[in-house]
C-alpha cells in the first residue's frame, strides 16, 4: 500500500540553524501539507500546497518558514533559524482529491529538537 | 475560527466494553475527520464524514451537522485499540484538530 514517507525520523539542531525537513507524498496526490504538535499538545496546521503554490497557511507559518517541491516528489519544509519552540514532531500528509474533503495520509513524523 | 471539542479527555475501559468518544465543533465545516495517534506518534486517518454514518470493522462514526457533533464509537474493544483518538474538522484547505482522547483498554 502506497504510504507517505519522512526522513529524516528524528533531527537535532542548535537554535539559530536552518533545517530542512523532507517528505515524499503518495505519487499521484495533488495536495500537500505540513503540520506540527509540540509535546503533549493538540496538531495544528502550518501550510497546504496544491499547484506549485502555496494554497493556505497558518499564523504559525511565517517568514522563518518555507515550502517547495523541488523535482516532483519530494515536499520539503524549510525552517531558516530555529527557535527553541519550533522543537515539536512535523507531520507532512497528502491526499488525492480537494483539501479538507478528501482523506489525508499521513506520514510518520520527523521529531526536532532545538537546542 | 472553528473551535473543536473532544470528550473525555482520557477513558480507560475493559477488554470487551463499548466505547464512546465525543466531538463538537463552533462553526459549519465541510468534513469531519477521526484519526488515530499510536503511541510512537503517527497518525492513521480511521474515518472522513460529510453526514450520516460509517462503519469499519468494530468502529462506528456518525455525524449530526445541525448539532456539529460526532461520536466514534468501539465495539467490542481491545487492548490494541489503545491509542489517542483525534476528531479534526476541515476548514478549507486545512483541518483543524481537536485535543485528542487518550484511550487505554486494559484486558
Known amino acids: 500500500e502506497p504510504e507517505v514517507t519522512q526522513t529524516p525520523s528524528h533531527q537535532v539542531t542548535q537554535m539559530g540553524q536552518e533545517v530542512i525537513l523532507r517528505c515524499v507524498p503518495i505519487?499521484?496526490?495533488?495536495?500537500f501539507y505540513w503540520y506540527r504538535q509540540i509535546l503533549g499538545q493538540k496538531v495544528e496546521f502550518l501550510v497546504s500546497?496544491?499547484?506549485?503554490?502555496?494554497?493556505?497557511k497558518s499564523e504559525i507559518f511565517d517568514d522563518q518558514f518555507s515550502v517547495e517541491r523541488p523535482d516532483g516528489s519530494n515536499f520539503t519544509l524549510k525552517i531558516r533559524s530555529t527557535k527553541l519552540e519550533d522543537s515539536a514532531m512535523y507531520f507532512c500528509?497528502?491526499?488525492?482529491?480537494?483539501?479538507?474533503?478528501?482523506?489525508?495520509?499521513f506520514g510518520p513524523g520527523t521529531r526536532l529538537t532545538v537546542l | 475560527k472553528n473551535e473543536v471539542e473532544q470528550s473525555p479527555q482520557n477513558l480507560t475501559a475493559q477488554e470487551g466494553e463499548f466505547i464512546t468518544i465525543n466531538c463538537s465543533y463552533s462553526v459549519g465545516i465541510s468534513a469531519l475527520h477521526w484519526l488515530q495517534q499510536h503511541p510512537g506518534g503517527g497518525i492513521v486517518s480511521l474515518f472522513m464524514?460529510?453526514?450520516g454514518k460509517k462503519k469499519h470493522g468494530r468502529l462506528i462514526a456518525t455525524i449530526n451537522i445541525q448539532e456539529k457533533h460526532s461520536s466514534l464509537h468501539i465495539t467490542a474493544s481491545h487492548p490494541r485499540d489503545s491509542a489517542v483518538y483525534i476528531c479534526a474538522v476541515g476548514d478549507t484547505d486545512k483541518l483543524i484538530f481537536g485535543t485528542g482522547t487518550r484511550l487505554q483498554v486494559f484486558p
Open positions: 464524514l460529510s453526514s
Open positions: 500546497f496544491y499547484n506549485n503554490e502555496i494554497s493556505e
Open positions: 500528509a497528502s491526499s488525492a482529491l480537494t483539501r479538507s474533503t478528501d482523506t489525508q495520509y
Open positions: 505519487s499521484n496526490h495533488l495536495y
